[in-house]
T-cell receptor
Framework: KAGVTQTPRYLIKTRGQQVTLSCSPISGHRSVSWYQQTPGQGLQFLFEYFSETQRNKGNFPGRFSGRQFSNSRSEMNVSTLELGDSALYLC?????????????FGQGTRLTVV | AQSVTQLGSHVSVSEGALVLLRCNYSSSVPPYLFWYVQYPNQGLQLLLKYTSAATLVKGINGFEAEFKKSETSFHLTKPSAHMSDAAEYFCAVSHRDDKIIFGKGTRLHILP
């Protein structure tokens, strides 16, 4: 079956702009989590959605937001981009039955802010 | 609060030698523990996970990890390194929810 699909794979944006990233989970998975990966900070949890509701949230400013649709696809939005937002953004999907269920990761979207 | 510490941001081993990647965790309750691997320009792939069923966990590609509560450790090992094992490895911890906390990662280099 198809894996987790993230689009686009690469993005270049200018400071101050906004960006929307998309994640299509594995069919049947109801939980989608987003992570930011940078060389300095490693992998940091942004938020998790389950059945269209935000269930967990990390320590990121309000410029980072997300949503999940009825088909479990998820989008992440970053407004007023800053240079420090340059990172690899990873999406993971799971059945959502707790940490015992495996999370499957997409290949990520590499965002470069100039 | 949960946290994970990976000792050594870079580890080099010779092909055929033992691989040992260290991970210590902090959790106030019994944790779920994971090891993930990331190849260049790829997402993360689950190697193995500990969910309290057995302290020695076997994963894919010949890797295994042992949960030691007294040492709060979950080190990853492989008896014989292969060139294809070169990648970045992440230890992670989770509690009752689906929020996974990752360590900073260890980049494994395999020397010919």
């Amino acid at each position: 079956k198809a894996g987790v699909t993230q689009t686009p794979r690469y993005l270049i944006k200018t400071r101050g702009q906004q960006v929307t990233l998309s994640c299509s989970p594995i069919s049947g998975h109801r939980s989608v989590s987003w992570y930011q990966q940078t060389p300095g900070q490693g992998l940091q949890f942004l938020f998790e959605y389950f059945s269209e509701t935000q269930r967990n949230k990390g320590n990121f400013p309000g410029r980072f937001s997300g949503r999940q649709f009825s088909n479990s696809r998820s989008e992440m939005n970053v407004s007023t981009l800053e240079l420090g937002d340059s990172a690899l953004y990873l999406c993971a999907s799971s059945l959502g039955g707790g940490p015992n269920t495996e999370a499957f990761f997409g290949q990520g979207t590499r965002l470069t802010v100039v | 609060a949960q946290s994970v510490t990976q000792l050594g941001s870079h580890v080099s081993v010779s092909e055929g030698a033992l691989v040992l990647l260290r991970c210590n965790y902090s959790s106030s309750v019994p944790p779920y523990l994971f090891w993930y691997v990331q190849y260049p320009n790829q997402g993360l792939q689950l190697l193995l996970k500990y969910t309290s069923a057995a302290t020695l966990v076997k994963g894919i590609n010949g890797f295994e990890a042992e949960f030691k509560k007294s040492e709060t450790s979950f080190h990853l090992t492989k008896p014989s390194a292969h060139m294809s094992d070169a990648a970045e490895y992440f230890c992670a911890v989770s509690h009752r929810d689906d929020k996974i906390i990752f360590g900073k990662g260890t980049r494994l280099h395999i020397l010919p």
